[in-house]
């Protein structure tokens, strides 16, 4: 998240914000999206954004579904 977030949303792990960040950008490159260097997405398309957002969301699930996969054997 850049410095400079409004966001209110709140982590539950703090911690893993440097996690979360690095995964945008690794989703935004597979998608062709170019997060701007500072990190303001302001300027970029909601539809951009959202596509972005939806991959987050994609890989999120698919990452808890191989550790409950694993716990639950």
């Given at each position: 998240?850049?410095?400079?977030?409004?966001?209110?949303?709140?982590?539950?792990?703090?911690?893993?914000?440097?996690?979360?960040?690095?995964?945008?950008?690794?989703?935004?490159?597979?998608?062709?999206?170019?997060?701007?260097?500072?990190?303001?997405?302001?300027?970029?398309?909601?539809?951009?954004?959202?596509?972005?957002?939806?991959g987050?969301?994609?890989?999120?699930?698919?990452?808890?579904?191989?550790?409950?996969?694993?716990?639950?054997?």
């Amino acid at each position: 998240m850049a410095a400079g977030s409004r966001s209110s949303n709140t982590l539950v792990v703090p911690q893993a914000i440097g996690a979360l960040d690095q995964l945008k950008y690794e989703v935004a490159q597979e998608l062709g999206i170019a997060i701007p260097q500072d990190g303001y997405q302001g300027n970029m398309t909601t539809k951009d954004n959202g596509s972005i957002g939806g991959g987050i969301t994609k890989r999120l699930v698919q990452i808890a579904e191989q550790q409950l996969a694993g716990q639950y054997r």
